[in-house]
């Protein structure tokens, strides 16, 4: 039987997605929909835009992800399920593997349809809600294809990155606001437009064209109907090549960059009033650190809040994968890290 996305009541939606009438958009790195099903088959029709930069899909079946594999352009039917038990729930989840790419002409997956003979469950809720708010490193880029130099799509895979790793360990629901090459204040090649506070407010701020627009990207995100238990910043580390550029005095860099991580925490802050805040760094480098303990310090305050700061481990010597990001391995070491942090804070232990 064939259902819309909006027909079947007993769904999850994760990350920042929107509806463009029937069809749900995916625009984030990691967003999708999980559903808990009595099925023997499941098929997706889905409908990819792009132009330059190809779009990948991840399915995961009871958490483990059984594929990933780039979408063919336009709207296509793709097997989720085959020859499974119907009389035993299966936990399914897809989700958009590519982060969002803003520089490409379109860059849009809709899950348009679901062709099933699934009897829909409620879907188990998990123990927390985490969002991650990041760079290529939040997008996994580097941790798939390791051997790899082309900044294409094909080196991403945020699905074995320090985020869904950390979201394991603590049966989390996450979302993730990542872009690569963004800063806290400036890009790596010194564009202060290009910078997760610009548009952290917005369901995906980030995608500015006509189709990403009139399908919802440009909306300001409900954040009181999606409240987090944790949010996770890792910026940074593109701020500290920016600084690097003749185009910037140092002094005055780091005074505004300061001031513009104040702000944003304070814009965290304010849309997530009970969420525990950690800001953390350090897998490329510490160059940053102590501006960045400046901010939450300073922060702290000036408004009385207990914002976390984790130094991570630099992955620079031995966790390298592709374009000198952190692999896999890498990932595991943050995670164990975020997650000692967040175990005391949420489960105080």
């Given at each position: ?100 790419m803003p520089d490409d002409t379109v860059s849009l997956i809709k899950i348009c349809s679901i062709d099933t ?35 294409i799509p094909t080196v991403f895979d945020p699905a074995i990155g320090y985020a869904v790793e950390t979201a ?182």
């Amino acid at each position: 039987m064939k259902y819309s996305l909006k027909e079947i009541d007993n769904k999850k939606l994760w990350g920042r997605c929107s509806f463009e009438d029937n069809d749900l958009v995916l625009f984030w790195t990691e967003s999708g929909v999980e559903f808990n099903v009595k099925a023997g088959y499941m098929v997706a029709e889905i409908e990819a835009s792009y132009n330059m930069l190809e779009l990948w899909l991840d399915v995961f079946v009871d958490d483990e992800r059984i594929m990933r594999f780039p979408l063919q352009q336009g709207r296509h039917k793709y097997q989720i399920l085959r020859g499974f038990d119907p009389n035993h729930p299966t936990r399914v989840r897809i989700a958009r593997n590519t982060q969002s790419m803003p520089d490409d002409t379109v860059s849009l997956i809709k899950i348009c349809s679901i062709d099933t003979d699934a009897e829909f469950l409620p879907v188990p809720e998990r123990k927390f809600k985490i969002e991650f708010i990041g760079d290529s490193i939040t997008s996994g880029e580097g941790s798939a294809a390791l051997t790899r130099e082309e900044w294409i799509p094909t080196v991403f895979d945020p699905a074995i990155g320090y985020a869904v790793e950390t979201a394991k360990l603590l049966d989390a629901e996450y979302n993730m606001i990542s872009q690569s090459g963004w800063g806290l204040y400036a890009s790596w090649d010194g564009n202060l437009e290009f910078a997760l506070p610009v548009v952290y407010k917005y369901v995906c701020g980030s995608q500015k064209t006509e189709a990403a627009v009139h399908a919802g990207s440009r909306e300001e995100w409900d954040f009181s109907s999606n409240i987090k238990d944790a949010i996770i910043i890792n910026l940074g580390t593109n701020d500290s090549g920016a600084i690097k550029l003749d185009k910037f005095d140092d002094d005055q860099f780091i005074k505004d960059f300061t001031e513009c991580g104040i702000k944003f925490l304070k814009e965290v802050r304010d849309y997530n009033p009970d969420s525990v805040i950690v800001w953390v760094y350090g897998m490329l480098g510490h160059e940053m650190k102590n501006n960045i303990e400046d901010i939450v310090k300073t922060y702290n305050n000036k408004f009385s809040d207990n914002v976390r700061f984790v130094l991570l481990p630099d992955c620079n010597n031995g966790y390298v994968g592709a374009r000198m990001h952190p692999n896999p391995e890498g990932h595991k070491l943050a995670a164990a890290e975020i997650y000692r942090c967040l175990k005391e804070e949420l489960i105080n232990e």
